[in-house]
């Protein structure tokens, strides 16, 4: 077993631009943790990486590359996810529509583990990210043990970033959770999975 560590500076800058680049993960713990708090934020956020180290194994063990060589699964993979999000983003604006007649909407997030699981195992994005960014910075070590090594620093600093959402949000939660608020959330979280619902498909 051989690691080089020499490229683990270059990598840590990388990563710090890709883990705060805003996405569907930050919106939907920033959403579930606003409106049903740190339990369920922690659900989600253990929903998200449960299904991005699927996704990380599978590159490791070759597996990953297999499947980016078979067009109809990226493509089956991509419209499963697109239609999720869209899913997300109609069940959020039918929560809005119903309060703007009166009704009252139920706060707590469903299944929480279940929504961050399947937005990510669904979406290809991080697969294929995994199989062109991961091994630029494989450098002279072994590729297996390397490659393990730059997937667990990364997905540790998107978790920690993430769990800083999840806890930050729910402090703030009391404060902010008024109806214009929770209103202007949820409509800017229906944009984002619409659009990038849309850009999956594209």
Not at 172 to 192: F, M, N
Request: hydrophobic content about 60%.
């Amino acid at each position: 077993m051989h690691l080089d560590f020499t490229q683990l500076p270059a990598f840590l800058l990388a990563c710090a631009v890709v883990v705060l680049t805003p996405g569907v993960d930050a919106f939907l713990l920033l959403r579930t943790s606003m409106r049903s708090g740190t339990r369920a934020g922690l659900l989600a956020l253990a929903g998200i990486h449960t299904a991005a180290f699927v996704q990380v194994a599978l590159v490791i063990s070759g597996l990953g590359v297999v499947i980016a060589r078979y067009p109809a699964v990226l493509t089956g993979l991509r419209w499963i996810g697109a239609a999720y999000l869209l899913y997300l983003a109609v069940t959020i604006t039918r929560g809005l529509l119903r309060r703007a007649d009166g009704e009252v909407a139920v706060a707590a997030a469903p299944r929480p583990f279940r929504q961050g699981f399947l937005t990510n195992i669904t979406n290809p994005k991080m697969l294929l990210f995994s199989l062109a960014f991961l091994p630029q910075f494989i450098g002279a070590g072994d590729p297996a043990f390397q490659l393990g090594m730059l997937a667990a620093v990364f997905l540790g600093l998107a978790a920690l970033w993430e769990l800083t959402i999840v806890v930050a949000a729910a402090r703030v939660a009391g404060s902010l959770r008024r109806p214009g608020v929770t209103t202007a959330l949820d409509a800017v979280c229906a944009a984002v999975f619409l659009t990038m619902s849309v850009g999956l498909v594209l």
